[in-house]
């Protein structure tokens, strides 16, 4: 269970990333 909520988390952690390169781009 502890691991299925790791994995959660780094996929949400991914998805801001991808977020925030986007935004980066959109500015530029």
Sequence with gaps: MAKKS???????????????LGFIIIII
């Design 6 to 20: 790791l994995f959660k988390k780094r996929k949400k952690f991914n998805y801001n990333k991808y977020f925030i």
